[in-house]
């Protein structure tokens, strides 16, 4: 027998040995997590079984976070503290079924910001299958927990069911938010379109953060040629799941009929001039300061191309209720002086606060 090997079979037989441990790595790695994840909640379910039955009371979970720590010195997460997310996560889902489905497939510190950031079931376990679908680090899932991505989510007005055929209309729908918060931007809400394209080009990849999974960045002002005249996109991207382009015009005043029919337009020449022949139709999404419901429906009633409105808000951008509840400035001046002249007393008086 030989000892001599081809070189390129060599070569494809390691990279999918590579393919295979790797792969193999991963899932031995996720079936660790959901082993630990499913004896944290097991651990949770018996104190709480016997807390009920047998009328343990609270002191119980300091003792038994000390034996166990003294018995398996090496593991870490018999804390006190971890013990009882263990008993919160077995109240919150008491069907280990659940457990096994979607929360044993991320990790326990997601399980843990679940329990602390939200109290509905069905929003903890909404993150948690976005979480496993798009691979979000913690970090991220907070994010998007504090940014109320849930209900954020299909909040926008759009013409799909009726432009786009139903699987593609769904999932479009699905990808769309309102608001979408661009408190990241150094902007305030007197800013230009242009200050507003400007400084979301320059912070892109927090704006594709916000924009959600799949977003290719194009390009800003993009240009386009139809009839020897040119015309600019604020801004173009590519959906990698959707298979389309996706046209982004911004806005920093409430949305107006008009701008359905500028939109329309870009579509269409993206759709001739970009488009290749396995792409999906165009998307396009006007992003506006503010909106009313009826006058987008019209504008878009009879509108044949895709297109959806939704709203920003910007880091000074409060709500109208919100903002009638905060003092003015004069207020804030007569507060003021009130407080300075009463310091000055307190202070003649000889009066000294103690901080507690």
């Known amino acids: 027998m030989s000892n001599l090997f081809n070189p390129r079979d060599y ?19 996720l079936a660790v997590n959901r082993e630990l994840v499913l004896l944290y909640w097991q651990i949770g379910r018996d104190i709480l079984t016997r807390q ?30 971890n013990l009882l997310y263990m008993r919160a996560f077995a109240h919150a889902f008491p069907e280990e079924a659940i457990v096994q489905e ?26 948690a299958r976005q979480t496993v679908e798009h691979g979000w680090s913690r970090n991220v899932l907070v994010h998007q927990i504090e940014s109320s991505l ?23 729908n699905q990808l769309l938010k309102d608001p979408y918060h661009l408190d990241f931007l150094d902007i305030t809400s007197s800013a230009q379109e242009r200050d507003l394209e400007r400084a979301l080009v320059e912070r ?3 704006f594709l953060l916000e924009l959600g999974v799949g977003f290719a960045f194009v390009g800003s002002q993009y240009h386009l040629e139809v009839d ?3 015309y600019y996109i604020d801004l173009l991207f590519y959906h990698l799941k959707l298979r389309c382009y996706v046209v982004i ?12 029919g500028k939109m329309n337009f870009y579509i269409s020449a993206v759709d001739d001039l970009l488009r290749h ?57 007569i507060e003021l002086n009130t407080v300075v002249g009463e310091t000055i007393e307190a202070d003649e008086s000889g009066f000294k606060g103690e901080v507690e």
């Open 11 to 29: 070569e494809t037989f390691l990279t999918d040995l590579k393919v295979r441990i790797r792969s193999a790595q991963v899932r031995a790695a």
């Open 52 to 81: 009920h039955q047998q009328g343990w009371g609270a002191k119980v979970i300091q003792t038994l976070s000390k034996d166990l720590k003294q018995e398996f010195p090496e593991m870490k997460g018999f804390s006190r503290s």
């Open 102 to 127: 979607a929360l044993g497939q991320i990790t326990w510190y997601h399980n843990v910001a679940l329990l602390d950031k939200l109290k509905s079931n069905e929003e903890r376990l909404w993150y």
């Open 150 to 172: 849930y209900h954020r989510m299909g909040g926008a007005i759009t013409n799909f069911d009726r432009a786009l055929p139903p699987p593609q209309s769904d999932l479009a």
């Open 204 to 206: 892109i990849r927090e």
């Open 228 to 230: 020897g005249d040119d």
């Open 249 to 260: 015009d911004l806005k920093v005043t409430e949305f107006q009929p008009e701008f359905s």
């Open 277 to 333: 022949p396995e792409d999906r139709a165009t998307i396009g999404i006007i992003l506006c300061k503010g909106k009313k419901k009826t006058a987008v429906e019209y504008a878009l009633r009879d509108v044949n191309r895709p297109i959806g409105v939704s709203t920003y808000q910007l880091r000074d951008s409060l709500p109208k209720s919100l903002e009638k509840s905060l003092p003015t400035v004069e207020q804030l001046a």
